[in-house]
């Protein structure tokens, strides 16, 4: 349904991505890979919001590479920049949804799942003009993205079962942010970390991933519309 393309970092340089579009004027959606990189997965995901009526884009952070592997997602993503994939790629990916939005103007959210959840937060902090963000199980650094700065509307989605994003991290984030005004809308599931891949057998969990895809769907249309 959707294709690659190049769309403008806002250092001037290029970045590719994956787009599938609903059509000019409609609302957007950046699309923030796992540590895996930008795999069917995550396009079929791009093509599902295009479905929905979002114009998404699923910037590719790792240059084309793509593993099965975990040691080799491990090293790929630990040698992500990550300042410069938040501050260019999505950046970048959020300015090009906003100008099909209609006049540069559009409404664009982030969303991700693992490290683009990270990175969602990160975004929500640091990019500007984004309306919304949706996180799947991940958080950043505090150092890097704190949660209690997010000012936008925010929804998150965690796992009971995650030793990786722990629940007791889902919980920090939102103390921080109740603490700082800003209460996220915030879901636990009784599931393991990537719950929400249909790729992964060995933790799709159906009836989770289709309440929480309902729950994304229902968010984003009250705040971008």
Same mark, same amino acid.
């Given at each position: 349904?959707?294709?690659?393309?190049?769309?403008?970092?806002?250092?001037?340089?290029?970045?590719?991505? =994956?787009? &599938?579009?609903?059509?000019?004027?409609?609302?957007?959606?950046?699309? #923030?890979?796992?540590?895996?990189?930008?795999?069917?997965? #995550?396009?079929?995901?791009?093509?599902?919001?295009?479905?929905?009526? =979002?114009?998404?884009?699923?910037?590719?952070?790792?240059?084309?590479?793509?593993?099965?592997?975990?040691?080799?997602?491990?090293?790929?993503?630990?040698?992500?920049?990550?300042?410069?994939?938040?501050?260019?790629?999505?950046?970048?990916?959020?300015?090009?949804?906003?100008?099909?939005?209609?006049?540069?103007?559009?409404?664009?959210?982030?969303?991700?799942?693992?490290?683009?959840? &990270?990175?969602?937060?990160?975004?929500?902090?640091?990019?500007?003009?984004?309306?919304?963000?949706?996180?799947?199980?991940?958080?950043?650094?505090?150092?890097?993205?704190?949660?209690?700065?997010?000012?936008?509307?925010?929804?998150?989605?965690?796992?009971?079962?995650?030793?990786?994003?722990?629940?007791?991290?889902?919980?920090?984030?939102?103390? &921080?942010?109740?603490?700082?005004?800003?209460?996220?809308?915030? =879901?636990?599931?009784?599931?393991?970390?990537?719950?929400?891949?249909?790729?992964?057998?060995?933790? =799709?969990?159906?009836?989770?991933?289709?309440?929480?895809?309902?729950?994304? #769907?229902?968010?984003?249309?009250?705040?971008?519309?």
């Amino acid at each position: 349904m959707g294709q690659m393309i190049d769309f403008k970092r806002p250092d001037g340089s290029s970045c590719k991505g =994956y787009l &599938a579009g609903a059509g000019q004027g409609r609302p957007g959606v950046v699309v #923030i890979q796992e540590w895996w990189g930008l795999n069917d997965q #995550i396009c079929g995901i791009v093509d599902r919001f295009a479905r929905a009526g =979002y114009n998404a884009l699923a910037p590719d952070l790792f240059q084309g590479r793509v593993t099965q592997q975990p040691d080799e997602a491990s090293h790929l993503m630990n040698g992500l920049d990550f300042p410069g994939a938040t501050h260019q790629d999505i950046r970048g990916a959020v300015d090009h949804l906003r100008g099909m939005g209609g006049n540069g103007s559009g409404k664009v959210a982030a969303m991700g799942f693992c490290m683009g959840g &990270a990175l969602t937060i990160a975004a929500a902090v640091h990019v500007p003009n984004l309306a919304a963000g949706v996180c799947f199980y991940g958080i950043p650094p505090k150092e890097f993205a704190d949660p209690a700065q997010i000012r936008i509307p925010f929804q998150a989605h965690f796992a009971s079962k995650d030793d990786w994003c722990t629940p007791a991290a889902a919980d920090a984030l939102e103390a &921080a942010m109740r603490a700082a005004g800003n209460p996220p809308e915030l =879901y636990r599931y009784t599931a393991d970390h990537a719950f929400f891949n249909e790729r992964r057998g060995e933790v =799709y969990d159906a009836a989770c991933a289709n309440q929480a895809w309902d729950r994304t #769907i229902a968010f984003l249309a009250r705040h971008l519309s």
